[in-house]
């Protein structure tokens, strides 16, 4: 299993970023996946999840209407647009798939500072 998020970086508080994750190794169209992310100092969180096709999504209290999840089953890619950024939504972000095990990617660094 291979996860590959990319598109993070440094943004103004209330800009945006899309997040991307790019996944192989495992039948993408036949699991959900999730978003997580982590601060400095605290734990791993939900951020979000997307059921396989891509009909269903669970979003955090605190991302609800500014963060979205999103899939291409046949690019195998699962994308998260973050809108109104907030200085509170620095983190590193990952992608996760359970396929038997918890899999994750590198992570991708999201910082939001004027």
């Known amino acids: 299993v291979g996860l590959v998020e990319s598109g993070g970086g440094l943004v103004q508080p209330g800009g945006s970023l899309r997040l991307s994750c790019a996944a192989s190794g495992f039948t993408f169209s036949s699991y959900a996946m999730s978003w997580y992310r982590q601060a400095p100092g605290k734990e791993r969180e939900l951020v979000g999840r997307i059921t396989s096709a891509g009909y269903n999504t669970y979003y955090v209290d605190s991302v609800k209407g500014r963060f979205t999840i999103s899939r291409d089953n046949a690019k195998k890619t699962v994308y998260l647009q973050m809108n109104s950024l907030k200085p509170e939504d620095s983190a590193v972000y990952y992608c996760?798939?359970?396929?038997?095990?918890?899999?994750w990617g590198q992570g991708t660094q999201v910082t939001v500072s004027s």
């Open positions: 996760n798939v359970y396929s038997g095990a918890d899999y």
